[in-house]
């Protein structure tokens, strides 16, 4: 039942079951949007060393099958020539995942560079970001999760320099969001081809002539009903 702004009517008595099938339709659409989950760093993050660690806060929680995507800002300040950040993101594994970050290379450089990466932990990312004597930047990062194992999804960094300091600054934020199920794709998506399942159709080209048609129906296809038909659904249709 979708929701009737026009109920109850004015001075009705209450009816428990209109009002519960009201807050109920009220509610699916809720339902229905994925979860979201947010996080921010809370204090500087600095390092001075090209090992790869935790940024505290930025990071979110995945149940296994759930499909995510990701949004992270950073704010990024380097501190002496030759010092700048590499990203990775650590995460509990998963069918599939794109890593895009982005941001000038360089303080010498006036485009934008973007590093791509298809797996989680990658152990040696390809590009330095922000890198110059007190450069500050933004740093964007954009991040897909399919079908994913239960854990926890964390952003890295380090000092690609491995010496002095480079920061994140508090404030940093991200902003993830639960997009559906591996298994709702699936089941949307696929169909196999069963022969033994036939129809009959009535194409226009053949007049009334009824012709048995093969056709793909194992698995779950979305059916849309028209219930203005003049032939009435019948409990074997």
């Not at 399942?197 to 226009?204: C, L």
């Amino acid at each position: 039942m979708s929701f009737d702004p026009t109920l109850p009517v004015t001075n009705s008595p209450l009816s428990s079951a209109e009002m519960r099938a009201q807050l109920t339709a009220l509610k699916a659409p809720i339902d229905a949007q994925g979860s979201v989950a947010y996080g921010r760093l809370g204090s500087d993050w600095t390092s001075g060393t090209s090992s790869f660690s935790d940024v505290p806060g930025l990071s979110f929680s995945v149940a296994s099958g759930e499909n995510w995507t990701a949004e992270i800002v950073l704010h990024a300040v380097s501190s002496s020539a030759g010092q700048g950040f590499k990203f990775r993101v650590a995460g509990p594994g998963a069918g599939s995942v794109f890593i895009a970050i982005q941001r000038t290379g360089s303080s010498g450089s006036t485009a934008i560079e973007c590093e791509v990466q298809t797996a989680f932990s990658v152990a040696s990312p390809a590009k330095s970001f922000c890198v110059g004597a007190s450069l500050i930047g933004v740093v964007r990062i954009h991040l897909v999760v399919i079908n994913a194992s239960a854990g926890t999804v964390q952003l890295q960094a380090n000092n690609s320099g491995g010496s002095n300091t480079v920061t994140l600054k508090a404030n940093s934020d991200l902003v993830a969001r639960r997009t559906g199920l591996a298994s709702d794709m699936a089941a949307a998506h696929s169909l196999s081809l069963d022969p033994s399942f036939r129809f009959f159709g009535d194409p226009p080209s053949f007049g009334s002539v009824r012709h048995l048609v093969d056709v793909a129906a194992a698995g779950k296809v979305a059916v849309n009903l028209r219930l203005d038909i003049a032939q009435p659904l019948q409990s074997a249709d």
